[in-house]
């Protein structure tokens, strides 16, 4: 079974930093697309940044290109969000996600909060 420790998240100020990682175990970790999603309370869950199985190709939401960078490390089966540049509008709770066809597995999510 798919087990998944995020951590990382927390209280930062504007145009602070965090690393968000998420450690996963029980899945075969480089068959996986890797994710981080946020998501406000009363609001959609965005899908933040992707990172394809081997590192090699990553996209981005418009609203964090340029300011967040996602990596993983096959070998300890992580995967990270450097967030930087952090402003009052990236505060949410943010969810590691692994994606294989139709198959996904989710993380409990961390809380980034950005103070103004």
């Known amino acids: 079974q798919a087990q998944f420790v995020e951590s990382g998240g927390g209280l930062v100020q504007a145009g602070g930093s965090l690393r968000l990682s998420c450690a996963v175990s029980?899945?075969?970790?480089?068959?996986?697309?890797m994710r981080w999603h946020r998501q406000v309370p009363g609001k959609e869950r965005e899908l933040v940044a992707t990172?394809?199985?081997?590192?090699?190709?990553?996209n981005y939401a418009d609203s964090v290109k340029g300011r967040f960078t996602i990596a993983r490390d096959n070998a300890k089966k992580e995967v990270y969000l450097q967030m930087d540049k952090l402003t009052p509008e990236d505060t949410a709770v943010y969810y590691c996600?692994?994606?294989?066809?139709?198959?996904?597995?989710w993380g409990q999510g961390t809380q980034v909060t950005v103070s103004s």
């Open positions: 990172i394809s199985r081997f590192g090699d190709n990553t």
């Open positions: 029980g899945l075969t970790f480089d068959m996986y697309v």
């Open positions: 996600n692994a994606l294989l066809g139709r198959t996904e597995y």
